[in-house]
């Protein structure tokens, strides 16, 4: 009887170590989700803040230069309408000096 006792204790003891190792392969099983739903979850949450500062970004510079743009053509037309009337204004004095030096000969 003992060698049945013995047997009896050593599959009682493999049964238990089989549900020993099933329960740890189960909880590994579980940390190992749990860990990638945090991990998902920390990867959106740094997503939706970086997309929140790129946005803020982008409307502060990209604003910013649409209306730099806007400012520097302004300039530039007031400067090209300067340069037009003086150009009309002092035409005809340009003209007359080119003639009078073409005319006058210096020997």
């Known amino acids: ?12 003891a493999e049964r238990t170590a089989q549900k020993i190792v099933a329960d740890a392969r189960q909880d590994r099983v579980q940390k190992l ?3 990638v739903e945090e991990a998902e979850k920390e990867i959106k949450e740094f997503r939706e803040k970086k997309d929140k500062e790129y946005k803020e970004y982008e409307s502060k510079y990209l604003g910013a230069s649409s209306e730099t743009a806007s400012q520097l ?7 090209i309408d300067t340069i037009r009337n003086e ?4 035409k005809q004095k340009v003209v007359d000096l ?5 005319i006058t000969c210096d020997n």
């Open 1 to 12: 009887m003992s060698s049945e006792d013995g047997i009896k204790k050593l599959l009682d």
């Open 33 to 35: 989700k749990k860990a």
């Open 73 to 79: 053509a302004t300039n530039a037309n007031k400067e």
């Open 87 to 90: 150009t009309a204004a002092n």
């Open 98 to 102: 080119l003639i009078k030096y073409a």
